[in-house]
């Protein structure tokens, strides 16, 4: 059993199927027969890649890979020695990461939206983790860079996870008195602020802002837009954001939704670099 096991590869290794939507995998409870009376395609057992936690929709089982793996009685803990050890997290490192960038991967992020200052800016970089490739996205908190935001170098897969492991989910890009957009991931909020919008994200999916983050940054803004990817992960977590706001008495929020264009999935970057259109249009609409 691998220590550093993402909640796909075990899935895939106990023979469940599942169908992904988003940063969500979907299938059938396996805890429960609360799906017997369900269609064929039909599931209501959800995983959260990023996190490996799970909620079933249906008979309200929840958890994560740990528990899941002590469901199917896979409880044996690799000895030490088996376990990865990693670069020691700091200042050194990131400066490393980001001078290993290579010209491939800058300009993968450059099609994306990404200028080359804000790619320098925000210390964007290349690294080996968990043995596998990835760019770091290094996470600041009030005393320093707290940890990276992995995403798999894309020529290898679309994984994401933190690094070191079990990082608390936190806020991240910047802040604007006028007008402030939430949105659903680090890549896009860095597009936003490429093109001179201040964009904030949370590190850990579309459903993990918390409400401790309305701190005065986000009290200011004249205007707050709330913009998630175009699927139902994404749907679920602006209604959930927009509810946080509302609740703690902001009422300059607005809720955005894409064009259908996007497709099924798109987000703010498939709107900025595949649609090619302005983001003063998606805030005016």
């Not at 707290?146 to 679309?158: I, T, V, Y």
């Not at 919008?197 to 205007?223: M, Q, Y």
Request: proline share 2%; aromatic share 10%; with cysteine.
């Amino acid at each position: 059993m691998k220590s550093n096991q993402t909640i796909k590869e075990y899935l895939l290794e106990k023979g469940i199927t599942y169908r992904e939507n988003g940063q969500e995998l979907i299938t059938k409870c396996i805890f429960s027969n609360c799906d017997s009376d369900s269609a064929s395609n039909e599931g209501h057992l959800y995983f959260n890649t990023e996190t490996s936690q799970y909620d079933c929709k249906k008979c309200g089982e929840k958890g994560n890979l740990i528990t899941l793996k002590k469901h199917f009685g896979d409880t044996s803990i690799p000895h030490s020695s088996s376990l990865y050890r990693g670069p020691i997290f700091n200042d050194g490192l990131v400066e490393k990461c980001h001078k290993d960038l290579s010209e491939n991967i800058r300009k993968y992020l450059n099609d994306r939206g990404l200028s080359d200052n804000i790619i320098n800016e925000y210390k964007l970089g290349y690294g080996k983790f968990y043995n596998k490739n990835y760019i770091t996205i290094p996470i600041m908190g009030e005393n320093g860079y707290n940890f990276f935001k992995l995403r798999q170098d894309p020529k290898d897969g679309d994984g994401k996870i933190t690094y070191p492991k079990g990082a608390e989910a936190t806020i991240f890009g910047s802040y604007d008195e006028e007008r402030q957009i939430i949105c659903e991931g680090e890549l896009d909020a860095l597009a936003l602020i490429s093109q001179g919008i201040n964009a904030v994200s949370s590190t850990h999916g579309a459903g993990t802002f918390k409400e401790e983050w309305v701190d005065e940054n986000l009290r200011k803004p004249k205007n707050i837009y709330v913009c998630f990817d175009n699927d139902e992960a994404g749907k679920k977590g602006s209604l959930r954001v927009l509810k946080i706001l509302e609740n703690l008495g902001l009422r300059n929020i607005n809720q955005i939704t894409l064009p259908e264009e996007v497709g099924g999935g798109g987000d703010t970057t498939d709107y900025l670099t595949i649609l090619n259109l302005l983001v003063n249009d998606l805030l005016n609409k």
